[in-house]
């Protein structure tokens, strides 16, 4: 009887314990997904899952799959999901297959996204903002699907080591700027979908891929199809493609040696054919004939003007040595160039003038092309020296880094290090071998090449900046055509996070505090606005760009950098911008105004400037909450439940006041942000008067002090 018993707990054992080690799910995937349940604003459609706990392996929770005790795919499309997807996605690291699509989250997607997905689907989800960098560092992807969304901007992600990456869905959104030169590493690219978008430029860089189906219907692309690409299913229409014949490859180009395959004849085969069609070796060894003659007969005529041609004011030039006229914008470091050793006294430059110039060079006359040679004998024009603009110089109290510096700092650029994504660059944090820990922020080069302004203009200009509730400009590196800034490091992040993210460590916002952080970033528009000369219109202002310091005060961000920023026609979330931007694209100090005033919403109710997942006549905030700011019940139940009622209800009721002031649609009755700033204080100076708060059944409870709120 006992080996009876004996036998059938082995049996037991052995049947049993395969499920449950598999139901043994790792603590860091199971962490991920109760952060992921509690960010979807706990969906009831999603059964088996838990905002805490749990066992996703074991428990069998909808759309998730394991592999032993790591969740290898997450598939929830289509079940009317709503809020975020979480902030430690990242920790997934045996994630496959992700795919949330067509649900209704909106937002921004967070930049720490698994990082060895081999599929992405994000389609259909309302997603808005810059496409996640983070994609950048996925090898193993071969399927991306980033359609239907509200992405806008360039599109930041480097290519060049998805190689695997077959498919690529990122149709319908308001992608703008030209197609990424990396994605001519997509050496296994079969399907490329980019229509409905505001793409600009050439598709060149897809001239050599291994395409098969392609479609850029609806863009803004310019010059030609390459070739290569023309017999594949191709859908081209809505572009501004160039008329006539393509201009043929330049040698030695990458068309000259396609391989055929699905596109057909190679290039070779298109040149030899039947004999009807091509040119033959005897032509062409007529045509390298008549060239040589050609340029030999025009290097004579040269070389006999440049011996006439006077020349006693510079220094002999080799006249073998060829030469080569550089870009009228380009001139500074070119060896073609001749430097100017002395000037004529006849000259009428001002020789004293021309010592304080650190480098004169001697430029052509330009050419007009409508006129020959003959035309005009510019051997009798006197010579001209082109002075090189001085670079703007770069105040003292900003420290120059290198590229090497910044790489040791941030682990090479690492996700690890990725703290934050913007419309014009990434900010990662740096920690330097001395402790000391900053923000880089590393502005796209696409941003910096359409940009008229000098990069040493733009931090000097920033250097200028200070106020202690203006984030500092500390340093700034430009090598190898790179562009970065270095800023002061904040360790508490932003106020959105604070406002809008869910994180178990952090406690929610106190009334006073939130007070305060108003204030200071009050003071921080009023010394834009009316302090610096000229005056400095931020341009978007957001609780994105308010950075917390240990103590939660504010330091505003991005000052100073709103030409880099896209155009407002641009931007997707018209409800947290002024409307007479979203009308006509202009920002004035009275659109600052409308930006702080929709801050205050945000630290009064706790809600987003947009929130999709809320009913319709809520999701714009402006436009729910305006009517309500003057009537005391209905703003007592604005109020952000995290706050539990302990708030004064006077010092509620004038801040209602002031933002309905800054919140008003015609921009010439906004008040300016010196009048803004009063109006906190004096409410800072009354609520410390007042020790009676609502509690949250009508109770009388007693405030805490609100001191610190004027600091």
Same mark, same amino acid.
């Given at each position: 009887?006992?080996?009876?018993?004996?036998?059938?707990?082995?049996?037991?054992?052995?049947?049993?314990?395969?499920?449950?080690?598999?139901?043994?799910?790792?603590?860091?995937?199971?962490? &991920?997904?109760?952060?992921?349940?509690?960010?979807?604003?706990?969906?009831?459609?999603?059964?088996?899952?838990?905002?805490?706990?749990?066992?996703?392996?074991?428990?069998?929770?909808?759309?998730?799959?394991?592999?032993?005790?790591?969740?290898?795919?997450? !598939?929830?499309?289509?079940?009317?999901?709503?809020?975020?997807?979480?902030?430690?996605?990242?920790?997934?690291?045996?994630?496959?297959?992700?795919?949330?699509?067509?649900?209704? /989250?909106?937002?921004?997607?967070?930049?720490?996204?698994?990082?060895?997905?081999?599929?992405?689907?994000?389609?259909?989800?309302?997603?808005?903002?810059? =496409? $996640?960098?983070?994609?950048?560092?996925?090898?193993?992807?071969?399927?991306?699907?980033?359609?239907?969304?509200?992405?806008?901007?360039?599109?930041?992600?480097?290519?060049?080591?998805?190689?695997?990456?077959?498919?690529?869905?990122?149709?319908?959104?308001?992608? #703008?700027?030209?197609?990424?030169?990396?994605?001519?590493?997509?050496?296994?690219?079969?399907?490329?979908?980019?229509?409905?978008?505001?793409?600009?430029?050439?598709?060149? =860089?897809?001239?050599?891929?291994?395409?098969?189906?392609?479609?850029?219907?609806?863009?803004?692309?310019?010059?030609?199809?390459?070739?290569?690409?023309?017999?594949?299913?191709?859908?081209?229409?809505?572009?501004?493609?160039?008329?006539? $014949?393509? $201009?043929?490859?330049?040698?030695?180009?990458?068309?000259?040696?396609?391989?055929?395959?699905?596109?057909?004849?190679?290039?070779?085969?298109?040149?030899?054919?039947?004999?009807?069609?091509?040119?033959?070796?005897?032509?062409?060894?007529?045509?390298?004939? &008549?060239?040589?003659?050609?340029?030999?007969?025009?290097?004579?005529?040269?070389?006999?003007?440049?011996?006439?041609?006077?020349? *006693?004011?510079?220094?002999?030039?080799?006249?073998?040595? $060829?030469?080569?006229?550089?870009?009228?914008?380009?001139?500074?470091?070119?060896?073609?160039?001749?430097?100017?050793?002395? =000037?004529?006294?006849?000259?009428?430059?001002?020789?004293?003038?021309?010592?304080? @110039?650190?480098?004169?060079?001697?430029?052509?006359?330009?050419?007009?092309?409508?006129?020959?040679?003959?035309?005009?004998?510019?051997?009798?024009?006197?010579?001209? *020296?082109?002075?090189? !603009?001085? *670079? #703007?110089?770069?105040?003292?109290?900003?420290?120059?880094?290198?590229?090497?510096?910044?790489?040791?700092?941030?682990?090479?650029?690492?996700?690890?290090?990725?703290?934050?994504?913007?419309?014009?660059?990434?900010?990662?944090? &740096?920690?330097?071998?001395?402790?000391?820990?900053?923000?880089?922020?590393?502005?796209?080069?696409?941003?910096?090449?359409?940009?008229?302004?000098?990069?040493?203009?733009?931090?000097?200009?920033?250097?200028?900046?200070?106020?202690?509730?203006?984030?500092?400009?500390?340093?700034?590196?430009?090598?190898?055509?790179?562009?970065?800034?270095?800023?002061?490091?904040?360790?508490?992040?932003?106020?959105?996070?604070?406002?809008?993210?869910?994180?178990?460590?952090?406690?929610?916002?106190?009334?006073?505090?939130? @007070?305060?952080?108003?204030?200071?970033?009050?003071?921080?528009?009023?010394?834009?606005?009316?302090?610096?000369?000229?005056?400095?219109?931020?341009?978007?202002?957001?609780?994105?760009?308010?950075?917390?310091?240990?103590?939660?005060?504010?330091?505003?961000?991005?000052?100073?950098?709103?030409?880099?920023?896209?155009?407002?026609?641009? +931007?997707?979330?018209?409800?947290?911008?002024?409307?007479?931007?979203?009308?006509?694209?202009?920002?004035?100090?009275?659109?600052?105004?409308?930006?702080?005033? =929709?801050?205050?919403?945000?630290?009064?109710?706790?809600?987003?400037?947009?929130?999709?997942?809320?009913?319709?006549?809520?999701?714009?905030?402006?436009?729910?909450? #305006?009517?309500?700011?003057?009537?005391?019940? +209905?703003? #007592?139940?604005?109020?952000?439940?995290?706050?539990?009622?302990?708030?004064?209800? !006077?010092?509620?009721?004038? /801040?209602?006041? @002031?933002?309905?002031?800054?919140?008003?649609?015609?921009?010439?009755?906004?008040?300016?942000?010196?009048?803004?700033?009063? &109006?906190?204080?004096?409410?800072?100076?009354?609520?410390?008067?007042?020790?009676?708060?609502?509690?949250?059944?009508?109770?009388?409870?007693?405030?805490?002090?609100?001191?610190?709120?004027?600091?």
């Amino acid at each position: 009887m006992m080996m009876e018993l004996w036998r059938l707990l082995i049996i037991s054992i052995l049947v049993f314990s395969p499920s449950f080690i598999n139901g043994d799910t790792d603590q860091s995937d199971a962490s &991920a997904l109760n952060v992921m349940f509690s960010s979807m604003n706990s969906p009831p459609q999603l059964t088996g899952w838990t905002a805490s706990g749990g066992d996703p392996c074991g428990q069998s929770w909808k759309g998730v799959t394991c592999s032993g005790s790591r969740v290898t795919q997450i !598939k929830i499309p289509n079940l009317g999901l709503t809020g975020s997807i979480g902030f430690q996605l990242m920790s997934l690291t045996s994630l496959t297959d992700f795919d949330i699509s067509h649900n209704n /989250f909106g937002g921004t997607v967070p930049y720490n996204l698994p990082p060895n997905l081999q599929r992405l689907n994000l389609a259909g989800c309302n997603f808005n903002g810059a =496409v $996640p960098y983070s994609i950048s560092t996925m090898k193993p992807l071969v399927h991306l699907d980033l359609s239907q969304n509200q992405f806008n901007g360039q599109l930041n992600v480097d290519f060049s080591q998805l190689t695997s990456l077959s498919n690529i869905n990122l149709a319908n959104n308001a992608l #703008t700027g030209d197609l990424p030169q990396t994605m001519s590493s997509l050496t296994n690219l079969k399907t490329l979908n980019v229509q409905n978008n505001q793409f600009t430029g050439t598709i060149d =860089v897809l001239g050599d891929l291994p395409l098969e189906n392609l479609n850029i219907a609806n863009n803004h692309f310019t010059g030609w199809v390459p070739r290569q690409l023309q017999n594949i299913n191709i859908q081209k229409d809505g572009n501004s493609w160039s008329s006539g $014949p393509a $201009p043929p490859a330049p040698p030695g180009s990458h068309a000259n040696h396609h391989k055929s395959g699905n596109h057909g004849k190679s290039s070779d085969s298109l040149s030899s054919g039947d004999g009807k069609s091509g040119i033959g070796p005897g032509a062409i060894v007529g045509i390298i004939l &008549a060239i040589v003659v050609v340029v030999a007969i025009v290097g004579f005529i040269l070389f006999k003007r440049r011996i006439r041609r006077p020349s *006693p004011d510079v220094e002999k030039v080799d006249i073998h040595k $060829p030469f080569v006229a550089p870009a009228s914008n380009d001139v500074e470091g070119k060896p073609e160039y001749m430097e100017l050793k002395s =000037v004529h006294s006849s000259s009428s430059i001002n020789t004293t003038t021309l010592d304080t @110039v650190p480098a004169v060079v001697l430029k052509p006359p330009p050419l007009d092309r409508n006129k020959s040679f003959d035309d005009e004998d510019l051997s009798n024009k006197p010579v001209r *020296p082109i002075v090189t !603009k001085i *670079p #703007t110089p770069v105040p003292e109290n900003v420290k120059s880094y290198s590229i090497a510096d910044l790489q040791m700092a941030t682990g090479s650029f690492s996700v690890e290090n990725l703290i934050g994504e913007g419309s014009i660059g990434r900010v990662y944090r &740096a920690q330097f071998d001395d402790g000391k820990v900053l923000a880089v922020k590393k502005i796209d080069s696409s941003v910096l090449a359409n940009h008229p302004e000098d990069f040493t203009e733009i931090v000097a200009s920033i250097s200028k900046l200070h106020h202690p509730n203006v984030t500092e400009l500390v340093g700034y590196c430009s090598e190898h055509g790179q562009h970065l800034l270095i800023y002061e490091f904040h360790k508490n992040g932003s106020l959105n996070d604070f406002l809008h993210l869910d994180d178990e460590y952090s406690k929610p916002l106190t009334w006073n505090t939130r @007070v305060k952080i108003a204030l200071g970033s009050a003071r921080a528009l009023e010394y834009l606005h009316e302090v610096c000369s000229p005056s400095v219109v931020h341009q978007n202002f957001k609780s994105e760009n308010i950075l917390l310091d240990v103590e939660l005060n504010p330091h505003l961000s991005d000052c100073g950098l709103a030409n880099l920023l896209p155009n407002a026609n641009q +931007a997707i979330n018209h409800n947290a911008c002024a409307p007479e931007v979203a009308d006509s694209g202009q920002y004035t100090l009275k659109s600052d105004v409308y930006s702080f005033g =929709v801050v205050m919403l945000e630290l009064l109710s706790g809600r987003k400037p947009f929130d999709s997942s809320l009913p319709r006549a809520e999701q714009s905030l402006v436009r729910w909450a #305006t009517p309500q700011l003057h009537d005391i019940d +209905a703003l #007592t139940k604005m109020v952000d439940p995290a706050l539990e009622g302990l708030y004064p209800v !006077k010092s509620l009721s004038r /801040f209602a006041d @002031v933002i309905a002031l800054c919140v008003q649609p015609e921009p010439e009755f906004r008040p300016p942000m010196s009048e803004v700033v009063q &109006a906190l204080v004096r409410l800072v100076q009354r609520a410390n008067m007042s020790k009676r708060t609502v509690g949250n059944a009508g109770r009388q409870s007693e405030s805490t002090d609100t001191n610190d709120s004027v600091n």
